[in-house]
């Protein structure tokens, strides 16, 4: 018996369709390992029709009050919060994730998160008009830069998009997301509820795949490209935004230090480490899956990880113990046992490190020590659940270590030495810098990192401000 596959549509200028050339792919449910729907195959025309319908939309939206702007998202955040129990249930479908820590860790946050951004709205400030030079006035006008080209990973579907389309809207942009060819079904879902809300063409989704995402830089309309993604998908959106010249957003991917001094907490810094670095199956680009830790507590600390990693629990999504669930599809299944296999022989295993089950996408909580900087493991973005050990012999080490990747995004700190936390922070080359905790975040701060990371802020104020351009007036006293 075939069970008939759920069927996605774009969503563009306010209505759903299919693709234009009627090609499709199929979604899996990473849990099991089966299709459950088909999404669009989005082409050049699909992009084409989402791109003039935001277009058109966009002086319309433009110009609307901040308080407009306001109301409409603190509308679509009643709206995710009086339907969280679909949105939960299309995300785990998506993602294999725990249905309750998904209902308890994400939308909570994703709504809170787009109604910080309608009060943001309305607190654009500039410069004071005045007169800098003699007869003028100067005064600071801070404009919507226009139509935003925004693709979102498969990590964190839900949350990535409100993390895109609710600064973009409140500053009076319009935009065209695209969703990642796995986990489209949430997004889907999110345009069906913003439809009664926003204006059409304010907010479009396609799906599609790389090709599709492509399309959307290189297309001339739009006036920005932001993406969530790898480090080499940023590097292909940078170089197609430079051919003419679009502003560009990337939030990239990371490999966190977890810095453990001898007068840190063990007990607690185990515990919370481990479920930093484990939770959502590690496919966080700030999971603390990258430990540096004195070598005066390395083995107690590795013995009390190896345990905690043990006592870890992955499993499917109505399974109330389990702490994350799947690695998304079969390539990064693939990708993170590869790292395994590929272990030098110096490394020891000292939990998991194998797939657990054959159906669906899921693999052990593993810790990895006796690793030297210059393995592999150590310098590139596993995005599973693996955690690394490495010692440090003092301060500079510690740093010469945490500094020494190419990634810069978040970082954490374990001491009860304030000075030496202070140094730490200071010195650290890492977009955010966490002391005695690992991964807490909030609206009101920037997130967002340096060097191979990328560059830009989600979240906060200096997010929104990414969104906005500024253009500077002057008239004269003298009429």
């Known amino acids: 018996m075939t069970t008939e596959l759920r069927r996605l549509r774009n969503y563009i200028g306010g209505e759903f369709k299919d693709a234009a050339d009627g090609r499709t792919t199929e979604v899996v449910n990473p849990a099991t390992g089966e299709a459950y729907a088909t999404a669009p195959l989005s082409g050049q025309a699909d992009v084409d029709a989402a791109m003039a319908a935001a277009a058109a939309a966009f002086p319309g939206w433009r110009d609307t009050t901040p308080s407009e702007r306001q109301k409409a998202l603190l509308k679509i955040a009643d709206a995710f919060e009086a339907r969280a129990d679909e949105l939960v249930a299309a995300e785990s479908e998506n993602t294999g994730k725990p249905l309750g820590l998904t209902a308890s860790e994400e939308l909570p946050p994703m709504v809170d998160q787009i109604r910080f951004f309608a009060g943001a709205a309305r607190l654009l400030e500039g410069r004071s008009a005045g007169e800098y030079m003699e007869g003028m006035t100067s005064i600071i006008r801070r404009e919507p830069v226009g139509v ?77 490209a932001s993406i969530t993604g790898s480090v080499r998908a940023g590097m292909q959106v940078a170089e197609s935004a430079s051919k003419d010249v679009k502003r560009v957003h990337l939030e990239l991917g990371g490999k966190a230090p977890v810095v453990v001094f001898e007068d840190a ?78 272990l030098p022989a110096h490394a020891k295993v000292e939990a998991g490190g194998h797939r657990v089950g054959e159906k669906g996408f899921f693999y052990a909580p593993t810790v990895v020590s006796g690793l030297k900087q210059d393995d592999e493991i150590i310098q590139n973005e596993v995005f599973g659940p693996v955690i690394t050990v490495q010692s ?88």
């Open 392 to 479: 440090f012999a003092d301060e500079a080490q510690a740093l010469e270590y945490a500094n020494g990747v190419e990634f810069a995004l978040a970082s954490s700190v374990w001491t009860k030495d304030h000075g030496r936390a202070m140094r730490m922070s200071k010195n650290l080359d890492f977009g955010c810098v966490w002391i005695n905790t690992h991964i807490p975040l909030v609206a009101e701060m920037p997130h967002g990192g340096f060097k191979k990371s990328g560059y830009g802020k989600d979240l906060s104020a200096y997010g929104f401000e990414d969104y906005t351009r500024i253009k500077h007036v002057m008239t004269s006293l003298d009429g």
């Open 265 to 342: 907490d063990i007990a607690k810094a185990v515990e919370d480490i481990a479920v930093a670095g484990y939770f959502n199956a590690g496919q966080d680009c700030t999971a603390a899956t990258r430990v540096i830790v004195h070598e005066s507590i390395h083995d107690e600390f590795v013995t009390a990880l190896a345990k905690a990693a043990a006592d870890t629990k992955t499993g499917l999504p109505d399974d109330e113990d389990v702490l994350f669930g799947p690695l998304n599809n079969p390539n990064q299944l693939q990708q993170v046992a590869g790292f395994i296999e590929r």
């Open 148 to 224: 935003c080209a925004q693709v979102a990973p498969w990590n964190y579907p839900m949350m990535m998009a409100v993390w895109k389309f609710a600064p973009a809207i409140a500053a009076g942009n319009t935009v065209v997301l695209k969703p990642s060819d796995t986990t489209p079904a949430s997004t889907v879902l999110m345009a069906e509820i913003i439809d009664s809300v926003l204006p059409k063409g304010v907010f479009n989704v396609i799906c599609g795949d790389r090709e599709t995402g492509k399309a959307m830089v290189e297309h001339s309309t739009p006036a920005m």
